[in-house]
């Protein structure tokens, strides 16, 4: 069984950083597409950033800018850079691996919908005080 686990969640002030990572256990197969989701007080989970295998990433409007997702070269690690951060960024991040959809949906209902398909994250939590 695949395992995810989210790592660099804490609680900062608005504008600061924080580095999220995601470290993965041995997958079956290669992921087709990784990403980071996140589900604040009271609202539903979305996407903020996936990744295909191949590169192409698609971001939250909200993050663009300020967030950058990035992966190690075995892909084992999952990172998110988050600067600039606001008290609207805070939730729980997950991290998320899928093994077998395409990147259309990847990129397409799997970031719109943050569907639990494929492997999840405990989830990390991100604190933003004003």
């Known amino acids: 069984q695949v395992q995810l686990v989210e790592s660099g969640g804490g609680s900062v002030e608005s504008g600061g950083s924080l580095k999220l990572s995601c470290v993965a256990s041995e997958y079956p197969y290669e992921p087709v597409c990784m990403g980071w989701f996140r589900q604040g007080p009271g609202k539903e989970r979305e996407g903020v950033v996936t990744i295909t295998k191949n590169g192409d990433t698609r971001y939250a409007d909200s993050v663009k800018g300020r967030f950058t997702i990035a992966q190690d070269n075995t892909k084992s690690t999952l990172y998110l850079q988050m600067n600039n951060l606001e008290p609207e960024d805070a939730a729980t991040y997950y991290c998320?691996?899928?093994?077998?959809?395409?990147?259309?949906?990847?990129?397409?209902?799997?970031?719109?919908?943050?569907?639990?398909?494929?492997?999840w994250g405990q989830g990390t939590q991100v604190t933003v005080s004003s």
């Open positions: 998320a691996a899928d093994t077998f959809r395409s990147d259309d949906y990847c990129l397409g209902s799997w970031f719109s919908t943050a569907m639990s398909t494929g492997y």
